[in-house]
């Protein structure tokens, strides 16, 4: 079939010429006073213009359908216009194009000498039938279905190569492709449901790929779509899930009445579940499915994802349910209010939890934790930033390895004696801590816990405190620390005292400083990069720098900064002390090392120093936000010199306008903005 024949009819089909004449016959009535003719005629003449604009704009918009794939949206289009002009060409014509684009030649024989048999032989579109049949013809008496004739094996290998929707598409060629298709597990065992047209038109054939399903994640807001799923997880046919996530968009939809269909669907669900997110954060009020009724429907859960918009103690549940423990071991809860009382009962039940992500809880946690949580690994008190995810697969050693403590939200700093507790306990094997601590409820830390020793740390983040002893009381536990390889500190009381530590340490790969004040630690800093950059001639030292609103950096800093030649990636953020002519200085001498650089809310970044960015012999990505004097001239010079940049983002940048993102486009494959 020639291609010419899936493009739209050209609007010649319905010519002007018929209107014309009616306007004048119209114009003639009215001058000779014979007015129920022109009413006749005028209204006529509008009828067929409609009818003309209407069938057009649907031809239009089928032919469109199809080139997306949608071809049951196309077909509804064609069978419109057959229905308004049963007696042109262009319905049939479009109806048969969009069955030979899916394969489907008898349904497109059909179809044209349905046409053949309507269409006046006089009409324009009449011949142009007689072809399109003759090329169906033709078609089907020589096509190959490689779908047919193929090993099932290979079919399903090309299938799993094409995208989404072009997959769902493929259910609508013929019964043999449907068949083959349904058939195929790995097309079906990951699927996510959003509220495209390909996620409803999956919904049809849910019975047939339930069993294939083993990762399920809804996210619809679409009420159809949730209770046909709805309907197939209480059937039953999905025994094979795995892995289920609940989006909030979706559980909105649960409404109180439906709270028994739910359960039955969780516990027709439950067999093989070993991973569950459930976000009830948005839900109608009075829907709760509580945590330990959930333990109890999926008695073979390992990890919980569990979010509400309510307080921990109204969605916990009656530990009755539960008979014996639960091997539950990762479990993340997400609530306004989670203190230790409503804890306990939940831990309690799951002594085996090996990682525990909580948001929204006090310091009240720690000791229930301590006291119930022999396996704990990794704990997470409101963290900002994702917590390390459990190795379900890996056996480590017992003992809490990675710990997060800040203050829940609305606090500025959480209590550090009863964290600090377990810290100590499981000081020979914590190997991440990240803790936003106040001293204020033990007036005598230093001597409480004199003998901290993080002898296997790897990564320490804190916040310092003025007149506190939290920060020497942290910086001497890691005295002597060979491990220690990512180090970052906010607000330090003592730079100073920061610095004399590092220099006594291997050289670490990471270091951040953050709102370091402007006397503060200047001369500091200089002496730890002078010295991470006599050790980077001859070995490993420091290979990632942040610098957040440190007001302690200057130029003198900046330059010290720029001797380290192992050095791969830097993120500068608000350095207000710093030159225009210390970075440009920067930029050069480090122009054969860095691979990453982060510029965030600097005023002295100029299109200059987007030129020197191009230059960088090495660099692959670029992050520029907030810079209020960069243009468009500086990111299409950057674009011109570099040959090694791969990925650039360009985020509130005022006067970067739409036409420099274009221009990076297309050099490069990765812009955002």
Request: with cysteine; proline share 8%; hydrophobic share 40%.
């Given at each position: 079939m020639s291609a010419t024949i899936y493009a739209p009819l050209p609007d010649t089909v319905f010519t002007a010429g018929p209107a014309v004449s009616s306007f004048n016959t119209v114009k003639y009535s009215v001058e000779h006073k014979n007015y129920a003719r022109a009413i006749k005629i005028a209204s006529e003449t509008i009828d067929r213009i409609q009818k003309s604009l209407m069938i057009t704009v649907f031809d239009h918009r089928a032919y469109s359908y199809g080139m997306q794939g949608q071809f049951q949206l196309a077909i509804n289009d064609a069978e419109k216009i057959i229905a308004r002009a049963p007696d042109l060409a262009v319905g049939y014509l479009r109806l048969g194009s969009v069955y030979v684009m899916q394969g489907r030649q008898r349904s497109a024989i059909r179809t044209f000498e349905c046409g053949l048999q309507n269409v006046s032989e006089t009409s324009s579109g009449y011949k142009q039938l007689v072809r399109c049949k003759e090329s169906a013809l033709r078609s089907s008496e020589s096509r190959v279905d490689f779908v047919a004739r193929l090993p099932t094996e290979i079919v399903h290998d090309v299938v799993m190569l094409l995208p989404r929707d072009n997959k769902v598409s493929c259910l609508n060629v013929s019964r043999i492709w449907r068949k083959t298709l349904l058939e195929c597990k790995d097309l079906w065992r990951d699927l996510v449901s959003a509220d495209g047209q390909t996620d409803y038109q999956i919904t049809?054939?849910?019975?047939?790929?339930?069993?294939?399903?083993?990762?399920?994640?809804?996210?619809?807001?679409?009420?159809?779509?949730?209770?046909?799923?709805?309907?197939c997880m209480r059937s039953g046919a999905m025994n094979n899930i795995k892995a289920f996530r609940l989006g909030a968009t979706t559980a909105k939809l649960i409404q109180p009445a439906m709270i028994m269909a739910v359960t039955t669907a969780f516990c027709n669900i439950s067999a093989m579940l070993t991973k569950l997110e459930l976000d009830l954060s948005e839900s109608a009020s009075g829907v709760v499915i509580s945590l330990l009724d959930l333990l109890h429907i999926f008695v073979n859960l390992k990890t919980l994802d569990y979010t509400v918009d309510c307080a921990l103690p109204c969605v916990?549940?009656?530990?009755?349910?539960?008979?014996?423990?639960?091997?539950?071991?990762?479990?993340?809860?997400?609530?306004?209010?989670?203190?230790?009382?409503?804890?306990?009962?939940?831990?309690?039940?799951?002594?085996?939890?090996?990682?525990?992500?909580?948001?929204?809880?006090?310091?009240?946690?720690?000791?229930?934790?301590?006291?119930?949580?022999?396996?704990?690994?990794?704990?997470?008190?409101?963290?900002?930033?994702?917590?390390?995810?459990?190795?379900?697969?890996?056996?480590?050693?017992?003992?809490?390895?990675?710990?997060?403590?800040?203050?829940?939200?609305?606090?500025?700093?959480?209590?550090?004696?009863?964290?600090?507790?377990?810290?100590?306990?499981?000081?020979?094997?914590?190997?991440?801590?990240?803790?936003?601590?106040?001293?204020?409820?033990?007036?005598?830390?230093?001597?409480?816990?004199?003998?901290?020793?993080?002898?296997?740390?790897?990564?320490?983040?804190?916040?310092?405190?003025?007149?506190?002893?939290?920060?020497?009381?942290?910086?001497?536990?890691?005295?002597?620390?060979?491990?220690?390889?990512?180090?970052?500190?906010?607000?330090?009381?003592?730079?100073?005292?920061?610095?004399?530590?590092?220099?006594?340490?291997?050289?670490?790969?990471?270091?951040?400083?953050?709102?370091?004040?402007?006397?503060d630690g200047h001369t500091s800093l200089k002496q730890l990069f002078d010295h991470y950059a006599t050790i980077s001639r001859r070995s490993a030292s420091l290979e990632s720098i942040m610098l957040r609103w440190c007001s302690s950096t200057t130029d003198e800093v900046l330059s010290a900064l720029a001797g380290i030649k192992s050095l791969q990636a830097i993120k500068f953020m608000g350095l207000s002390r710093v030159t225009p002519q210390g970075l440009q200085g920067f930029f050069r001498v480090q122009s054969n090392n860095i691979t990453t650089v982060t510029l965030v809310g600097m005023p002295s970044i100029t299109d200059i120093h987007l030129i020197a960015l191009g230059n960088m012999k090495q660099l692959e990505v670029v992050n520029l936000e907030e810079l209020e004097y960069i243009t468009d001239d500086g990111i299409v010079n950057m674009m011109d010199r570099t040959s090694t940049i791969h990925s650039l983002s360009v985020v509130e940048c005022s006067l970067v306008t739409e036409s420099a993102i274009q221009y990076a486009r297309r050099v490069l494959q990765n812009v955002t903005i």
């Open positions: 049809s054939v849910l019975p047939n790929i339930a069993t294939h399903i083993e990762n399920l994640d809804l996210c619809t807001s679409n009420n159809h779509i949730w209770i046909r799923y709805l309907r916990v549940g009656e530990p009755e349910l539960l008979d014996g423990t639960h091997g539950l071991v990762d479990l993340t809860l997400k609530s306004p209010l989670i203190n230790g009382a409503n804890l306990q009962p939940v831990l309690q039940q799951c002594p085996q939890l090996r990682r525990l992500v909580l948001t929204g809880c006090t310091s009240t946690i720690w000791n229930v934790v301590s006291e119930f949580c022999p396996q704990l690994e990794i704990i997470g008190c409101n963290p900002k930033f994702p917590v390390v995810p459990l190795d379900h697969t890996q056996k480590t050693a017992p003992g809490l390895r990675h710990i997060w403590a800040l203050a829940p939200k609305g606090a500025t700093r959480l209590p550090a004696g009863d964290c600090l507790a377990l810290v100590q306990r499981y000081m020979k094997t914590i190997e991440t801590a990240h803790l936003h601590l106040s001293s204020a409820d033990i007036p005598n830390l230093g001597s409480m816990f004199g003998d901290l020793k993080l002898d296997k740390l790897r990564r320490l983040i804190y916040c310092g405190e003025p007149s506190s002893d939290i920060e020497p009381l942290l910086l001497r536990s890691i005295q002597g620390c060979t491990a220690l390889s990512n180090f970052c500190v906010a607000a330090p009381s003592n730079v100073e005292l920061v610095v004399s530590t590092l220099l006594a340490l291997p050289p670490l790969k990471s270091l951040g400083i953050a709102y370091t004040v402007a006397t």
